[in-house]
């Protein structure tokens, strides 16, 4: 099957599901065109993908360069040179309505195509409910082929906030076991806590949703109790403040900002502990990522955490903006050699459950169903 993908290339969890999810079905023989403003940060090399770069314009006139509007057209080109079977658009905002805009240029040629849209979060959460935006990302979410959800928090949370009528299918975000699994990196651990000092890793993209000051403050009673460092991944708007924590509690030389990283299974083989304080989060992929590899999580209750981070099995969950008590499990499971090995086993048993190899069949499968049923609803010629 010929399959576009459009996502956000960046390192936010949409891009990275896509992209692990575009490379996936690559080699699984599909054929897949990726379609947005730059290469996906996590895409490699593979014979079956192809990247197609969206190019926008600058004109004086615009004080805002049209993106949706050289999107749309860029979808209509790759589709026609391509011979597309189905295009599969991740974040309703743009992308959606874009590729609406798009098959309604391409019902003029004579050739048409469905389109699937996933939800990732945030676009419903927040960006979607913005009144700016709603009649667009409702009307473009109806006009979807097949919805997907990456929770069962977000399908409920899209049904409460948008007058969907169409079904939602949940599929959940997966993990690539083979990449993402505990390796011998202690050369590396040496380095960083030369003492055997527990390692803490927090990875976001740095906004405030993401709530980053409270990894600090959790970071800070944990490493009163025990000889600790703290990692954290990841750049955004919130970092110059959470650095500026760091120095008022005067605990910066056991906490380092590392930025954008990729090969998170490296840091995370290192890992005793994640740590991810989120206002919300629809899936919480890095959490996922970091079990895969073995790591327990602190977490927040919000959203679809719960989904995947089973508390007192794999991690534990607290309200949003409950330090003392993610701090409290925290030192729980780090207190304890014999605990902490518990918590390691469950959190990579349970991240198994995730595996792509259980969870992309079911987007194969929903090709072919959109596909086939949209070809039936063709008129014939």
């Known amino acids: 099957m010929k399959i576009g993908i459009v996502c956000y290339p960046t390192f936010g969890g949409s891009g990275v599901l896509a992209t692990e999810l575009g490379m996936a079905l690559s ?5 897949v065109h990726f379609i947005t403003y730059q290469q996906p940060v996590r895409l490699h090399f593979h014979p079956n993908i192809y990247y197609h770069e969206v190019a926008v314009p600058t004109y004086p006139l615009f004080d805002f360069p049209p993106y949706e509007t050289a999107l749309a057209s860029t979808m209509v080109n ?7 079977d189905v295009l599969h658009v991740h974040y309703a905002i743009p992308h959606a309505s874009a590729a609406y805009f798009a098959r309604q240029i391409l019902k003029k040629t004579g050739r048409d195509i469905p389109f699937i849209t996933t939800l990732h979060g945030t676009d419903i ?4 409910k913005d009144h700016t935006y709603s009649p667009v ?24 906030s948008f007058p969907i009528d169409k079904e939602i299918q949940v599929i959940t975000n997966f993990v690539d076991m083979k990449r993402f699994r505990h390796s011998d990196k202690n050369h590396f651990k040496k380095m960083l806590a030369p003492n055997d000092e527990r390692i803490l890793v927090h990875v976001s993209n740095f906004r405030k949703v993401k709530r980053v000051g409270d990894v600090i403050k959790v970071f800070e009673k944990v490493h009163a109790q025990m000889p600790s460092k ?24 056991d906490i380092r900002f590392l930025g954008k990283q990729e090969q998170m299974d ?9 740590v991810l304080p989120s206002e919300y989060e629809s899936f919480g992929l890095s959490a996922l990522e ?18 995947i981070n089973e508390h007192g099995k794999t991690g534990f969950l607290s309200n949003v903006g409950d330090i003392e008590d993610m701090a409290r499990n925290a030192i729980d499971i780090l207190g304890s050699e014999e605990r902490l090995r518990g918590f390691k086993q469950a959190a990579l048993s349970h991240a198994r459950t995730f595996d792509k190899n259980h969870i992309v069949p079911l987007y194969e499968e929903l090709y072919t169903e959109v596909v086939a049923r949209y070809k039936e609803q ?3 010629v």
């Open 230 to 253: 703290l990692l954290m991944i990841g750049d955004g708007p919130e970092r110059p403040g959470a650095e500026e924590l760091c120095r008022s509690l005067n605990i910066c030389n």
């Open 125 to 128: 959460t927040l960006v979607g």
């Open 137 to 160: 990302v409702t009307f473009s979410i109806n006009e979807s082929d097949a919805i997907t959800a990456v929770s069962q928090n977000l399908k409920d949370e899209t049904y409460r």
């Open 27 to 31: 080699e699984k023989g599909h054929e």
């Open 378 to 380: 063709q008129p014939s």
């Open 290 to 307: 970091a079990m895969a590899c073995g790591v327990p999580v602190i977490s927040t209750n919000a959203g679809g955490l719960p989904e």
């Open 78 to 84: 790759v589709i026609l040179n391509n011979n597309l």
């Open 266 to 274: 490296e840091i995370l083989s290192i890992t005793d502990l994640f």
